[in-house]
């Protein structure tokens, strides 16, 4: 490890002197990995076992993917179909493969099981919908939900932290909807406004309207008194005092709003795609669910992981070029 | 410049929790426009109570401000307010702070920009229009927000311890700005400030404050203000005058905090 610079000798405790170290993130994904690899995969299914289940379980699995409507264009056998058919063949089963591995194919899919969904996934889409379609269905779905959240969310929270009348108005309603978790509200959503998106989109409005609210009220509660007194010593209006000052002022805090709404609305989307919505990452996971297919799971999992995380990065990112002072002075 | 009128000014502050505080008793002063009047007290003796008035911010319990004919009954560009810090605006560079207020008079950029262009050089910022105010040091902020309350050309120009947030050097630097400025617009500016010298060497009126009520309890008119024009203001303060009146002064305040320690220990 290189030295710091500024040779502190009191590092413990210092929380500046307390960095990420790349290294150590690598560290830790290795260390996930290592640790799904050594519980489903390290060994394998048992080559002694593999060629007696072999043949049965590729007619097995072929004619599932059939039952499916699933292509059956063949390419080799998962562990979860070896031991499906191991399971079927002898009751001792659990006994004969347990040296192997220490999770179930059944309870977690095997690293190479899940990057051959993977492959399946990005190559063919799955249930009759590309990986981008559906990827872009629920982006679509999140967007549609953080602008109406906004849209609504935004001017109802500069109302309150401008009025008196509409902080009173508005605040036991807030108050009141805002610990309910959007989850709750699924099967009521589905019968009040029907199936699919008409439930889906309305549940993510619900996820991000009370985070924007919050965040533009606090926007505005936070400028500071010589900013406002200032801009109406040098002769600004009232609607100026808003347009020119408060809203540029609440930025910030608008922004941050942002970033927790589209965390909890990315966060919520699996659920708003319970609705009986057909495409997007959500309803990808959940019929998975309904054929046991582990490694579509995880793939999805993956991918809403990878993109919650990079749409927080874009937003980080408006707010570098946006937002410059944030932070400084 | 108009002159300024404060006719029996009260403020009480009504406490949410009941009881209240008695800021500002019977203050009556006239101040003809173009002087430079500096407020000094103890802590809490109603100095910014008293700017914040004759700014508009808060009306008072009882009494009146005129400035030329006109009561005082709010904010306005007449009165340009420079506050110790964070007034200005971050989401805005140098050159649009400065342009603030005509540009809230819908003031177009080839009017306003020579103006920003020949303020700047004033405050001797000339070449940072393009600046983020977060790039700027304090001082230089300081320099700011005495430019873009110049923009408006108002009559008079408030302080509240406008150079508090400075380092010595800063100060003085800003001090004989301060007084330039002064001299060259012939503005009125009322300014608080804590430091005693900065009140006598910038003031050519000083008021000394009370507390409890606060209060007017000593007035001064100095000579120092307009010799510091041409005069090194380093050798006008090691002057036996100057320490004359800065000793009477800041006995005075001692005495006052004495009793107030005093008061509140009993
Ligand atoms: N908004 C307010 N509500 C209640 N009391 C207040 C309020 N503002 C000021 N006061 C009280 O009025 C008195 C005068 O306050 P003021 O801020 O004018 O003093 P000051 O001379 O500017 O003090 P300092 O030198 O510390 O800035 C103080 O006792 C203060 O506690
Ligand atoms: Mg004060």
């Not at chain 1, 919520?268 to 490694?295: C, P, Y």
């Not at chain 2, 103890?42 to 004919?69: D, H, Q, R």
């Not at chain 2, 000394?208 to 010799?227: D, N, Q, S, T």
Request: proline letters at 5%.
């Amino acid at each position: 490890m290189a030295r710091r610079s500024d040779n502190k000798t009191v590092t413990f405790g210092d929380a500046a002197a307390v960095t990420s170290r790349p290294l150590w993130g690598l560290l830790g994904v290795i260390t996930l990995f290592g640790a799904w690899f050594l519980t489903t995969t390290a060994f394998g299914f048992p080559e002694e076992l593999k060629e007696k289940y072999a043949a049965v379980a590729e007619e097995n699995a072929i004619t599932a993917a059939e039952a499916r409507g699933e292509p059956v264009d063949f390419d080799g056998l998962s562990d979860k179909d070896l031991f499906v058919e191991c399971q079927r063949d002898s009751a001792n089963c659990d006994n004969e493969t347990s040296y192997s591995q220490l999770v179930s194919p059944l309870s977690f899919p095997s690293i190479p099981d899940t990057i051959g969904a993977a492959g399946e996934i990005f190559t063919e889409g799955y249930q009759n919908f590309s990986i981008w379609e559906h990827t872009w269905a629920s982006l679509w779905r999140v967007l549609r939900g953080m602008f109406w959240g906004s849209f609504v969310g935004i001017p109802v929270g500069l109302a309150m932290g401008l009025s008196s009348r509409a902080r009173g108005f508005f605040d036991p309603l807030v108050e009141g909807f805002r610990p309910i978790p959007p989850l709750a509200l699924l099967s009521l959503f589905v019968l009040t406004f029907g199936i699919g998106d008409k439930a889906a989109v309305p549940l993510l409005i619900f996820a991000s309207l009370w985070i924007m609210i919050i965040a533009a009220r606090a926007g505005v509660r936070n400028a500071s008194l010589p900013k406002v007194r200032a801009s109406y010593s040098l002769g600004a209006s009232k609607g100026q005092l808003l347009r020119k000052v408060l809203i540029p002022n609440a930025l910030p805090e608008i922004f941050t709003g942002l970033r927790v709404a589209l965390g909890v609305s990315w966060g919520t989307l699996v659920a708003a795609e319970l609705t009986g919505v057909q495409d997007g990452l959500g309803a990808m996971i959940s019929q998975a669910k309904n054929f046991s297919r582990l490694d579509v799971i995880v793939v999805g999992i993956v991918i809403i992981a990878l993109i919650g995380v990079m749409m927080d990065g874009l937003i980080r990112l408006l707010e570098k070029i946006l937002i410059p002072w944030q932070g400084k002075g | 410049m108009k002159a300024l009128s404060v006719q029996n000014i009260d403020m009480v502050y009504d406490l949410p929790k009941g009881g209240s505080v008695h800021a500002l008793s019977n203050i009556e002063f006239d101040l003809e426009g173009g002087r430079l009047l500096t407020l000094l007290g103890p802590s809490g003796c109603g100095k910014t109570t008293l700017l914040n008035i004759i700014a508009g911010f808060l009306g008072p319990t009882s009494g009146e401000v005129y400035l030329g004919e006109e009561k005082i009954t709010g904010p306005s560009e007449d009165r340009g307010m420079v506050f110790q810090q964070g007034a200005l605006f971050e989401w805005l560079n140098v050159s649009k702070n400065i342009s603030f207020g005509p540009r809230m008079k819908g003031a177009r950029k080839s009017d306003y920009l020579p103006e920003v262009d020949r303020l700047l050089d004033i405050v001797g910022l000339s070449g940072f229009g393009d600046k983020q105010i977060y790039e700027l040091s304090g001082g230089m902020q300081q320099r700011v927000a005495l430019a873009r309350c110049l923009a408006n050309d108002p009559d008079m120009m408030l302080m509240d311890e406008p150079l508090g947030a400075l380092d010595a050097l800063t100060r003085e630097k800003m001090q004989s700005l301060i007084l330039h400025l002064w001299n060259d617009t012939g503005k009125s500016i009322v300014m608080v400030t804590h430091s005693v010298e900065e009140a006598l060497l910038l003031g050519d009126k000083v008021f000394v404050m009370a507390p409890r009520p606060g209060r007017i309890e000593k007035i001064y008119e100095l000579p120092f203000a307009h010799r510091a024009l041409t005069e090194d203001p380093r050798e006008i303060k090691k002057g036996a005058d100057f320490q004359e009146v800065k000793e009477e002064i800041l006995s005075f305040i001692w005495e006052m905090e004495e009793e107030i320690m005093g008061r509140d220990e009993a």
